[in-house]
């Protein structure tokens, strides 16, 4: 079998802040694999550079080589979307972008194709009560320890997985 994702020497800070330190790791294609880890170790951090999740987040500096499928996930060819559209992360607790919940809302249509301001406040709107208004505040928001990455070609989640290990605590 060969490797669907390969990683080399990553590192990843924010800011001045070391947060992943010489990452390696291979991953079979249609392979189950684990990453376990204390709570703050880097598991989602390091879920979250592979599908470039980390890119919409300020003054983060990833270093290192990163392929999916043989290719460079940072070269200026990569459509970014695609990329998202095959390794995705789904989340036990909501995880939203660092931008306006409107925005979280409508970044799955986008990524689709969807550009009609119509289009996008109804998907914004779903789920809303006929005069219900809540104020929504991600500050309360906490964070899974434990989140699914899904890769075209894994055929299953990485979650709950007694094959295959990593521990990318440093």
């Known amino acids: 079998m ?3 994702i390969t990683v080399k020497d990553m590192c990843l800070w924010y800011g001045k802040t070391q947060a992943l330190k010489n990452i390696n790791i291979n991953i079979e294609e249609n392979s189950i694999t684990a990453l376990i880890g204390p709570s703050g170790c880097g598991k989602s ?6 599908n470039r999740m980390n890119d919409l987040v300020p003054g983060v500096k ?6 999916y499928n043989g290719e460079d996930i940072f070269s200026p060819d990569r459509d970014v979307n695609e990329l998202r559209r095959e390794i ?9 972008f660092p931008m306006s919940i409107y ?6 249509p986008r990524t689709h194709g969807i550009r009609s301001k119509a ?5 914004s709107n779903m789920g809303r009560s006929k005069g219900q208004t809540e104020k929504i505040s991600t500050r309360n928001v906490r964070r899974s320890a434990t989140e699914t990455l899904y890769c ?3 055929g299953s989640s990485a ?3 007694a094959y295959g290990r990593a521990d990318i605590s440093s």
Do not use: C, H, W
Request: no cysteine; aromatic share 12%.
């Open 2 to 4: 060969s490797d669907i």
């Open 45 to 50: 951090t390091f879920l979250k550079t592979l």
């Open 62 to 67: 990833i270093t290192g080589d990163i392929r």
């Open 88 to 96: 995705g992360m789904v989340f036990q607790k909501p995880n939203p």
């Open 103 to 108: 925005d979280n809302i409508a970044y799955g």
């Open 119 to 123: 289009k996008l406040d109804e998907f």
């Open 152 to 154: 075209k070609g894994f």
């Open 159 to 161: 979650e709950n997985s």
